[in-house]
C-alpha cells in the first residue's frame, strides 16, 4: 500500500486552458474526496465519492469544474476555462467505510495560472 | 452548517516547552473532531480524533485534545514539543450527518531550538 497518489504535482498553465488532475486513492478504499487549498488556508471540500457515484458537492464546485471516477477506482479532477483564481492546492483524499472514518490525504497538485 | 476557528495563525514555542493550539467550533448538530498536521511538501495526516466517551483523547506523537461541548473547544496539546513537530495545524469538524468535513485555517507551529 503505497498510499494516496496524485499527478502531477505541479501544474503551470495559462488563464483559459483546461487542466486535468488525476487521483489514486487507497486501493480498498471506497470513498474519494477532493479539496482546494490556498496559502494560508485550510483545506475547502470540492466533492465525494462513493464507489463510482458522485454524492456531494460544495457550491464551490462551478461549472468549469467536473470530477469523475469512472470505476470506482481513480478519480480526475478537470477545470475548465481557468482563471487566476483557480491557483490553489488540490488535494484528494480517500477512506473506507465508516461513518467518522479517517481521511487519507495525497500530497496534492500545486496549480498555478498564469 | 458547522464552522471551525484557530485563533492563533502562528504560534513559536521553544524546543521542550508545553504547547496548546486553540481550536472552537459551531455546529447546530452533534459533531466529530479531528486533528491533522501536515509537514512541508506533505499531505495531511490525522494527529486523533474525537467521536464519542471520554473527552480527552490521545493521538499519534505525544499529542492530546479535550473536547469541551459547553464551550465549543477541542484545544490540542503536548507537553514538551520537538523540533520534528514544526507543521501547519488544521481542525477539522465533521457534523453527524454527511460525509463534508470544514477545517479550520490552521495554525503554524514552529518549534525553536
Known amino acids: 500500500d503505497t498510499g494516496v497518489s496524485q499527478d502531477p504535482r505541479h501544474k503551470i498553465t495559462k488563464r483559459g486552458q483546461n487542466v486535468t488532475f488525476r487521483c489514486d486513492p487507497i486501493s480498498e478504499h471506497n470513498r474519494l474526496y477532493w479539496y482546494r487549498q490556498t496559502l494560508g488556508q485550510g483545506p475547502e471540500f470540492l466533492t465525494y465519492?462513493?464507489?463510482?457515484?458522485?454524492?456531494?458537492k460544495s457550491r464551490l464546485l462551478s461549472d468549469r469544474f467536473s470530477a469523475e471516477r469512472p470505476k470506482g477506482s481513480f478519480s480526475t479532477l478537470e477545470i475548465q476555462r481557468t482563471e487566476q483564481g483557480d491557483s490553489a492546492m488540490y488535494l484528494c483524499?480517500?477512506?473506507?467505510?465508516?461513518?467518522?472514518?479517517?481521511?487519507?490525504f495525497g500530497p496534492g497538485t500545486r496549480l498555478t495560472v498564469t | 452548517a458547522q464552522s471551525v476557528t484557530q485563533l492563533d495563525s502562528q504560534v513559536p514555542v521553544f524546543e521542550e516547552a508545553p504547547v496548546e493550539l486553540r481550536c472552537n467550533y459551531s455546529s447546530s448538530v452533534s459533531v466529530y473532531l479531528f486533528w491533522y498536521v501536515q509537514y512541508p511538501n506533505q499531505g495531511l495526516q490525522l494527529l486523533l480524533k474525537?467521536?464519542?466517551?471520554?473527552?480527552l483523547v490521545k493521538g499519534i506523537n505525544g499529542f492530546e485534545a479535550e473536547f469541551n461541548k459547553s464551550q465549543t473547544s477541542f484545544h490540542l496539546r503536548k507537553p514538551s514539543v520537538h523540533i520534528s513537530d514544526t507543521a501547519e495545524y488544521f481542525c477539522?469538524?465533521?457534523?453527524?450527518?454527511?460525509?463534508?468535513?470544514?477545517f479550520g485555517p490552521g495554525t503554524r507551529l514552529s518549534v525553536l531550538p
Open positions: 465519492f462513493q464507489n463510482e457515484a458522485q454524492l456531494e
Open positions: 483524499a480517500s477512506s473506507f467505510g465508516g461513518a467518522v472514518n479517517e481521511q487519507y
Open positions: 474525537y467521536l464519542s466517551g471520554s473527552t
Open positions: 477539522a469538524v465533521r457534523g453527524n450527518y454527511g460525509q463534508n468535513f470544514v
